[in-house]
């Protein structure tokens, strides 16, 4: 049974072997991360842990029993209760209702864990399949968005009222 868990040092190996193995997946669903992302890969690592340890960020990472590393469900920006989510799943285990349970998990975390009340998640137009995860996690449609140039819907999930 996969099981979600805050990214630590040790996650490292599995989670390049991650974004290597669906680069081309996600390249097709969001603007690719580049060559210099995987030739910086340990820098930006050890940058994400530094932002996770000051509490601006927390980072979880969806493993599965073989260790290997299926998605990535981030909150970014945790700030006066709350916080921008994002995520990424592998592409073999896309379209079978995991990024909706590991949503609904991580959104349960960060009331409990991180004390936050709101979450917000944008999308790019195009992304319909995170469109429809995000609404099943019980996000609602707020606002358009501006993702890195591009326009795309806003979406919010009030923790307090929805668990």
């Known amino acids: 049974m996969p099981e979600l868990k805050r990214l630590h040092a040790g996650h490292a190996p599995a989670v390049l072997a991650f ?3 669906n680069r081309a997946y996600f390249a ?5 991360r580049g060559d210099d992302f995987f030739d910086k890969f340990t820098e930006r690592y050890r940058a994400l842990l530094a932002e996770q340890e000051a509490g601006i960020c927390a980072f979880y990472v969806l493993v599965a029993e073989d260790g290997s590393v299926l998605g990535r469900f981030n909150l970014y920006d945790l700030e006066n209760g709350t916080a921008e989510l994002g995520y990424r799943v592998a592409q073999h285990v896309a379209d079978r209702g995991v990024a909706t349970a590991t949503v609904r998990e991580l959104c349960r975390l960060a009331a409990a864990r991180h004390g936050l009340h709101t979450l917000r998640a944008g999308t790019s137009r195009e992304n319909v399949a995170s469109q429809r995860v995000l609404i099943k996690a019980g996000f609602v449609l707020v606002e358009p968005a501006d993702l890195d140039g591009e326009s795309g819907p806003w979406y ?3 923790l307090v009222l929805q668990g």
């Not at 097709?28 to 690719?32: F, M, P, S």
Request: charged fraction near 45%; proline fraction near 0%.
């Open 28 to 32: 097709a669903l969001v603007r690719d």
């Open 156 to 158: 919010q999930r009030d």
């Open 19 to 21: 974004e290597l193995a």
